[in-house]
């Protein structure tokens, strides 16, 4: 309909919200019938004497709606109320976990365009990703997987290769293949929840070992390795979840020393290291034949990929992941396989690990500015901060305060491997807040812990 012309406000809600509700409103009374298609961005824009980028934002909420679709080329069409039905959709869009390191959700039209394009040409063979397939995936998704490893200066041989539903599986399967019941795994003092949880599974015995803001104390793994005797190091090296610490090229060089020095395997966490534009080279660049890389998409893509590309220490480890793989879960979706390899073959998916970095750098300015005067560690592409809370601030409290405000918060306890939590809380800045939202719970956080009385 190219002469539709909604009304907007000055006042009340922001133009682009009040623009989805204008194509819900005419889709309610029959002016926006399914199928027919809306005004090119610009030329609204133009007619409304708006910014080209308020009607874009306006078109994106009516899409996450589930009122318009768009097509590379084609334009934005109404699709009505028929092919969705808000209330289950309104229940999904409920059930997101916020309590996860999340990702910001990209909100760039072009990208959303290029993302379900890409989805559309995956879905052209789907039956054949209905069927099963390997465990650790196909030579052309491989093949992916080693493209997109590049970008982190690994390129491994394809029988080293893996594609793995999801890093806390594979963690899982690489500790079953490593450990019997009762067996040692050291870490950080403060680390990943997962690989706490993966472990009391397992019957293993965590122990954390301390260090600075630079990483683990080389000095205390070595200490920690005659005395336990553990089977293997776990260590998420770059911007650690939760405390946002990135090990230095220096300490892991040291820390690749020891292991090399006792053959302790280690399980490299590289959940984070596709974020930053110069992270330091992975562990496994240090100590090939002991590490176990795993770069995860949930955090640089998206979470719902359910995916990893993982790399053995040799051919034979590969082999045997892939058996314990088979035992947890058979195979890797075939169509999340399918669409990560389009979309890095299309360039898609470093289009989404750019506006992931950019707009957690944007995110992390907002969070310093309102928590100014806290203490806090942070880092500019990390999706949280480490909060440490104010004397007579406790942690429990805050959290109870901030329900409902969009902001993911948690308790120390959760990450916590030696000693007793401290009141400290991870607060996620990721997931699909917005940043005006993201300020007004930030600023409410500052407030109440201020407010000790």
Not at 172 to 192: F, H, N, Q, R
Not at 271 to 279: D, R, T
Not at 351 to 359: D, H, T
Request: a neutral charge.
């Amino acid at each position: 309909m190219k002469d539709w012309t909604p009304i907007l406000r000055g006042d009340g809600p922001a133009r682009y919200l009040q623009l989805a509700d204008a194509i819900a409103a005419g889709i309610a009374n029959g002016t926006l019938r399914d199928g027919v298609r809306l005004p090119p961005q610009r030329k609204l824009a133009d007619r409304l004497g708006i910014d080209y980028t308020t009607v874009s934002r306006g078109y994106v909420e009516a899409r996450k709606r589930g009122l318009v679709n768009s097509h590379v080329g084609r334009g934005t069409f109404v699709i009505g109320t028929k092919p969705t039905d808000p209330q289950r959709e309104q229940r999904r869009h409920a059930d997101v976990d916020l309590t996860m390191n999340l990702p910001p959700e990209p909100d760039d039209p072009t990208l959303l365009a290029r993302m379900e394009a890409g989805v559309q040409t995956v879905t052209a063979n789907l039956l054949d990703l209905l069927r099963y397939q390997s465990s650790t995936g196909s030579q052309i998704d491989k093949e992916a997987a080693s493209t997109w490893l590049s970008l982190r200066g690994l390129v491994p041989s394809l029988d080293r290769l893996a594609v793995t539903p999801g890093a806390h599986p594979t963690i899982l399967a690489i500790l079953m293949s490593l450990t019997k019941p009762g067996d040692v795994i050291l870490s950080e003092d403060v680390t990943y929840p997962g690989i706490r949880s993966i472990c009391a599974r397992l019957n293993l015995r965590l122990v954390g070992l301390p260090g600075d803001a630079v990483g683990i104390d080389p000095a205390a793994l070595e200490t920690a390795i005659g005395d336990h005797q553990p089977k293997a190091l776990y260590l998420n090296p770059t911007l650690n979840n939760p405390t946002t610490r990135t090990i230095t090229l220096s300490r892991r060089q040291s820390i690749a020393d020891v292991i090399i020095s006792h053959g302790l395997p280690l399980i490299e966490d590289d959940a984070y290291g596709f974020i930053p534009p110069h992270p330091p080279a992975p562990l496994a660049s240090f100590a090939p034949d002991l590490v176990w890389h795993i770069g995860g998409l949930a955090k640089c893509i998206g979470a719902g990929l359910r995916l990893a590309y993982t790399v053995a220490p040799n051919s034979h480890a590969a082999r045997e992941l892939a058996h314990q793989i088979k035992i947890i879960s058979v195979m890797p979706s075939p169509l999340m396989m399918a669409l990560a390899t389009r979309w890095i073959v299309d360039g898609t998916a470093d289009g989404i690990r750019r506006f992931v970095r950019e707009e957690t750098q944007a995110r992390q300015a907002i969070a310093s500015q309102a928590l100014d005067g806290f203490h806090f560690e942070a880092a500019p592409y990390a999706f949280n901060v480490w909060l440490h809370l104010p004397e007579g601030v406790t942690r429990a409290d805050i959290i109870g305060r901030m329900a409902g405000t969009g902001v993911g918060i948690m308790p120390s306890d959760a990450f916590t491997v030696s000693g007793s939590p401290t009141e400290a809380i991870r607060v996620c800045l990721g997931g699909q807040i917005q940043r005006n939202q993201l300020r007004d719970a930030l600023g409410l956080l500052a407030y109440l812990m201020s407010s000790t009385d």
